[in-house]
């Protein structure tokens, strides 16, 4: 067996005897821990080197086994079954939890583990235990960390530093799903409260403490939730009384020139679960390739993004960056770390590329396929109304755009656009920006030539600019600037319209007219000319079907004034769901929405987010999490729980998880 350099300061902390004595203060019980000999709770693993060609990471390679349970089991610990595997029996306390319709357990319940095994707990972990701090608390007086400037920089940077928030253990973007309890504030005395931010956080660096924690949640019936960065639309990596597994910090990105694996046979990397898309463009600039990744600077790349399907500038010509997955290593909700590829855990394979995230276990890195460089022509552009452009001439030049969503989109384009109104009958078209890959600045004027004509003619000046880049990094870079996130005044929800409302042109006027009254009656839309079908084909996975006809992935939004009561938000995201969208649901029958960029309350979730792959979804989710471990609003399985005290019209996740 090999070990890893790195791996080799972490053992001798393993057998190592701590001379303390952990007191719980509530019930005045002790541990001696001079007893506990394992801490933290793993032993060095090396990699079956049949199941993969890449090494397991060091962090990887730190796993809880069988042994060290065998070792804490002899030392006799206090509750220290509540970290063993699933051994086959758990999964008849599964079903019995699922019949007498049982909830998930809270602090403050009488079986909520005490203090005592948290500290057990956090021992076992190596230290990595977090008690939730909201990011905001700063702002209060309540939370005894009161710091004026220290919310000063939280406030000011709420909104426009998605890093912020990444790096926080807990902060999810959207917050209006953590039930808006402690937002940055200029009254101290206000009250901030947890909400649906977790009670208990984890800084993951190994492989062990996620094992630790899915068989500690699974045998103690806590709520767990996975959090990445927290970009999620749903705010999915939050949950009131849950523990979190924060996978940020596992950052690891090793590069193989030439990966074999099946069919394959070219360059790949591995990159570990919390690699955010800077990071790895970055990695691809400086090896000389390309990585399809999504446009977010921040969004991290192995969790929610490739789980949910993933679409990228490079869509149209690479399709769904799920498609390039070559395999994932992943703790399963039995606790037990795997492979799934190609040839193990098929299934699991499957269902993790598009099947959604926080639902069949916890990926801990992801082996994707890259391709050689290649050059990138950018342009952008921007029209509005004004005294020569009338509102007709306006959507007229939308409409040369639109009517180009085929044609641009075979020939591997991707644009991302946003119609807004600016006042009345006034509005505003921007192009930020149309992503040509492959193409010259000359081939992209002759595919832009059409359409701008067309808008000369009808008076519109809307002169682009054209940026030429040899490779995908510096393109991406200057174009996509950081979004913004953190809004407690919006509610978004999206549609993939099928290309075919393109191909006939009474669906593609009726399509083009819903559109346009959405934007009319003052909701924002962003929109993405995008295909996920490429010519070269793609692998069989769980990405939803509508992804695969699509030329439009369009989002809206409603927002309501600052500091609206709860019956006001509520009503608007009734309004968004079941007038606004139904009009879009109307024109696409049958079609679906992408579940990463999504209404948490799209109705018929299953067949929008999952289409014809949700039965197998879901019989999948029964075999690999009978216990019910991992939960997501609108994960595979969901329909089986619901959140409790919740208003109607606005779901959060701050409130008591319980099977239905
Ligand atoms: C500003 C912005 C830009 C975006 N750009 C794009 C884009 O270009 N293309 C695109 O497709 N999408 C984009 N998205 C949507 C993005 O794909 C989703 O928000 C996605 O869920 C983010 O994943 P995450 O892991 O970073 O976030 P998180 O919110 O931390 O996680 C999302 C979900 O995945 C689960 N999860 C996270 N890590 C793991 C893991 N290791 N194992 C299992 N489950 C896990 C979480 O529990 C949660 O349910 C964007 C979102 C924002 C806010
Ligand atoms: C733990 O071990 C140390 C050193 O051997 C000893 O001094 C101490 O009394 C022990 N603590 C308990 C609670 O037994
Ligand atoms: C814990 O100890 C304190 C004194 O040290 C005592 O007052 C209290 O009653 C004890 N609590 C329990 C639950 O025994
Ligand atoms: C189990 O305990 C024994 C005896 O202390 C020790 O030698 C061994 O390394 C331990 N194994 C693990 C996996 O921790
Ligand atoms: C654990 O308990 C068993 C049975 O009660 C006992 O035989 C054994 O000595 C105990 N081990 C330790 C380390 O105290
Ligand atoms: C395995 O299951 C049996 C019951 O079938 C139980 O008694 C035992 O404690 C379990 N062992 C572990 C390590 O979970
Ligand atoms: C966000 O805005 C604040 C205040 O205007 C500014 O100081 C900060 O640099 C900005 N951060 C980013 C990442 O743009
Ligand atoms: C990029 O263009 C070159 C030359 O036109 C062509 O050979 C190559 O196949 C193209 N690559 C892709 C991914 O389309
Ligand atoms: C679509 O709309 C255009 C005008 O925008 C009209 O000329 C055409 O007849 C319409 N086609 C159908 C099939 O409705």
Same mark, same amino acid.
């Given at each position: 067996?090999?070990?890893?350099?790195?791996?080799?300061?972490?053992?001798? *902390?393993? @057998?190592?005897? $701590?001379? #303390? &004595?952990?007191?719980?203060?509530?019930?005045?019980? +002790?541990?001696?821990? %001079?007893?506990?000999?394992?801490?933290?709770?793993?032993?060095?693993?090396?990699?079956?080197?049949?199941?993969?060609?890449?090494?397991?990471?060091?962090?990887?390679?730190?796993?809880?086994?069988?042994?060290?349970?065998?070792?804490?089991?002899?030392?006799?610990?206090?509750?220290?079954?509540?970290?063993?595997?699933?051994?086959?029996?758990?999964?008849?306390?599964?079903?019995?939890?699922?019949?007498?319709?049982?909830?998930?357990?809270?602090?403050?319940?009488?079986?909520?583990?005490?203090?005592?095994?948290?500290?057990?707990?956090?021992? *076992?972990? @190596?230290?990595? $235990?977090? #008690? &939730?701090?909201?990011?905001?608390?700063?702002?209060? +007086?309540?939370?005894? %960390?009161?710091?004026?400037?220290?919310?000063?920089?939280?406030?000011?940077?709420?909104?426009?530093?998605?890093?912020?928030?990444?790096?926080?253990?807990?902060?999810?973007?959207?917050?209006?799903?953590?039930?808006?309890?402690?937002?940055?504030?200029?009254?101290?005395?206000?009250?901030?409260?947890?909400?649906?931010?977790?009670?208990?956080?984890?800084?993951?660096?190994?492989?062990?403490?996620?094992?630790?924690?899915?068989?500690?949640?699974?045998?103690?019936?806590?709520?767990?939730?996975?959090?990445?960065?927290?970009?999620?639309?749903?705010?999915?990596?939050?949950?009131?009384?849950?523990?979190?597994?924060?996978?940020?910090?596992?950052?690891?990105?090793?590069?193989?020139?030439?990966?074999?694996?099946?069919?394959?046979?070219?360059?790949?990397?591995?990159?570990?679960?919390?690699?955010?898309?800077?990071?790895?463009?970055?990695?691809?600039?400086?090896?000389?390739?390309?990585?399809?990744?999504?446009?977010?600077?921040?969004?991290?790349?192995?969790?929610?993004?490739?789980?949910?399907?993933?679409?990228?500038?490079?869509?149209?010509?690479?399709?769904?960056?799920?498609?390039?997955?070559?395999?994932?290593?992943?703790?399963?909700?039995?606790?037990?770390?795997?492979?799934?590829?190609?040839?193990?855990?098929?299934?699991?394979?499957?269902?993790?590329?598009?099947?959604?995230?926080?639902?069949?276990?916890?990926?801990?890195?992801?082996?994707?396929?890259?391709?050689?460089?290649?050059?990138?022509?950018?342009?952008?552009?921007?029209?509005?109304?004004?005294?020569?452009?009338?509102?007709?001439?306006?959507?007229?030049?939308?409409?040369?755009?639109?009517?180009?969503?085929?044609?641009?989109?075979?020939?591997?384009?991707?644009?991302?656009?946003?119609?807004?109104?600016?006042?009345?009958?006034?509005?505003?078209?921007?192009?930020?920006?149309?992503?040509?890959?492959?193409?010259?600045?000359?081939?992209?004027?002759?595919?832009?030539?059409?359409?701008?004509?067309?808008?000369?003619?009808?008076?519109?000046?809307?002169?682009?600019?054209?940026?030429?880049?040899?490779?995908?990094?510096?393109?991406?870079?200057?174009?996509?600037?950081?979004?913004?996130?953190?809004?407690?005044?919006?509610?978004?929800?999206?549609?993939?319209?099928?290309?075919?409302?393109?191909?006939?042109?009474?669906?593609?006027?009726?399509?083009?007219?819903?559109?346009?009254?959405?934007?009319?009656?003052?909701?924002?839309?962003?929109?993405?000319?995008?295909?996920?079908?490429?010519?070269?084909?793609?692998?069989?996975?769980?990405?939803?079907?509508?992804?695969?006809?699509?030329?439009?992935?369009?989002?809206?939004?409603?927002?309501?004034?600052?500091?609206?009561?709860?019956?006001?938000?509520?009503?608007?995201?009734?309004?968004?769901?079941?007038?606004?969208?139904?009009?879009?649901?109307?024109?696409?029958?049958?079609?679906?929405?992408?579940?990463?960029?999504?209404?948490?309350?799209?109705?018929?979730?299953?067949?929008?987010?999952?289409?014809?792959?949700?039965?197998?979804?879901?019989?999948?989710?029964?075999?690999?999490?009978?216990?019910?471990?991992?939960?997501?609003?609108?994960?595979?399985?969901?329909?089986?729980?619901?959140?409790?005290?919740?208003?109607?019209?606005?779901?959060?996740?701050?409130?008591?998880?319980?099977?239905?």
């Amino acid at each position: 067996m090999r070990f890893p350099v790195a791996l080799l300061a972490v053992l001798p *902390l393993v @057998g190592l005897v $701590l001379g #303390q &004595t952990i007191t719980d203060g509530q019930n005045n019980a +002790t541990l001696d821990a %001079n007893e506990t000999t394992v801490a933290p709770a793993a032993q060095p693993v090396s990699k079956d080197s049949s199941a993969a060609p890449a090494d397991l990471f060091t962090s990887e390679a730190a796993q809880l086994t069988d042994n060290v349970i065998a070792n804490l089991t002899a030392l006799n610990l206090t509750s220290i079954d509540l970290f063993s595997f699933d051994n086959g029996s758990s999964s008849t306390d599964g079903a019995s939890k699922r019949d007498s319709g049982s909830c998930k357990s809270m602090p403050g319940d009488v079986l909520y583990p005490p203090n005592l095994v948290w500290k057990v707990f956090n021992l *076992l972990l @190596g230290g990595a $235990l977090i #008690q &939730t701090t909201p990011l905001a608390s700063p702002c209060y +007086t309540n939370w005894n %960390n009161y710091d004026a400037g220290k919310c000063s920089y939280i406030s000011a940077n709420w909104a426009n530093n998605s890093f912020m928030h990444a790096d926080d253990p807990t902060s999810v973007m959207w917050p209006l799903y953590q039930g808006l309890t402690c937002m940055p504030t200029t009254t101290p005395s206000d009250s901030c409260r947890l909400g649906a931010y977790p009670s208990y956080a984890i800084e993951v660096r190994s492989v062990y403490q996620i094992q630790l924690a899915i068989n500690f949640a699974r045998n103690a019936n806590l709520r767990l939730v996975v959090k990445n960065t927290g970009h999620d639309f749903n705010g999915k990596s939050a949950g009131a009384g849950a523990l979190s597994l924060w996978t940020h910090n596992l950052k690891d990105i090793q590069f193989f020139r030439n990966y074999r694996s099946g069919t394959y046979n070219g360059p790949a990397f591995k990159l570990g679960a919390g690699v955010q898309a800077f990071e790895m463009y970055e990695a691809a600039e400086k090896q000389g390739v390309t990585a399809v990744g999504g446009e977010g600077k921040s969004v991290g790349v192995m969790g929610g993004y490739l789980a949910g399907g993933g679409h990228s500038p490079l869509s149209s010509i690479y399709g769904m960056a799920a498609d390039h997955v070559l395999s994932m290593e992943v703790v399963t909700p039995d606790g037990r770390f795997v492979t799934a590829s190609d040839s193990y855990n098929k299934d699991l394979f499957w269902a993790l590329r598009g099947g959604g995230g926080s639902t069949f276990g916890v990926v801990t890195s992801v082996v994707l396929k890259v391709y050689p460089k290649m050059p990138v022509t950018i342009a952008t552009w921007q029209f509005t109304t004004s005294p020569t452009v009338s509102a007709e001439a306006f959507w007229s030049g939308v409409r040369a755009y639109y009517d180009e969503f085929v044609r641009f989109t075979d020939k591997g384009t991707y644009s991302y656009f946003q119609l807004v109104g600016i006042g009345p009958g006034a509005f505003l078209f921007a192009m930020a920006p149309f992503v040509a890959p492959n193409m010259s600045k000359q081939d992209l004027e002759a595919l832009l030539k059409p359409m701008f004509d067309k808008l000369s003619a009808l008076g519109i000046a809307a002169t682009p600019q054209y940026f030429e880049y040899t490779s995908f990094k510096p393109a991406w870079e200057n174009h996509f600037p950081l979004e913004s996130v953190g809004s407690a005044t919006l509610k978004t929800a999206s549609r993939l319209f099928p290309k075919a409302n393109w191909l006939d042109a009474a669906k593609s006027n009726a399509t083009f007219s819903v559109l346009r009254q959405t934007v009319e009656s003052g909701v924002v839309m962003l929109g993405f000319n995008i295909a996920a079908a490429p010519t070269a084909g793609f692998p069989d996975n769980a990405v939803n079907p509508a992804w695969r006809n699509t030329v439009l992935h369009a989002i809206c939004g409603v927002i309501w004034p600052e500091g609206s009561s709860p019956d006001v938000i509520a009503a608007q995201s009734k309004r968004l769901t079941n007038d606004v969208m139904q009009k879009w649901r109307d024109v696409s029958p049958g079609a679906g929405a992408y579940m990463s960029e999504a209404d948490i309350m799209e109705p018929n979730f299953q067949q929008a987010f999952y289409g014809t792959k949700y039965d197998k979804l879901y019989q999948l989710k029964q075999r690999y999490d009978p216990f019910g471990v991992f939960y997501a609003p609108t994960a595979v399985g969901s329909e089986d729980w619901t959140v409790r005290d919740q208003i109607d019209g606005w779901p959060t996740q701050n409130g008591r998880l319980c099977r239905l």
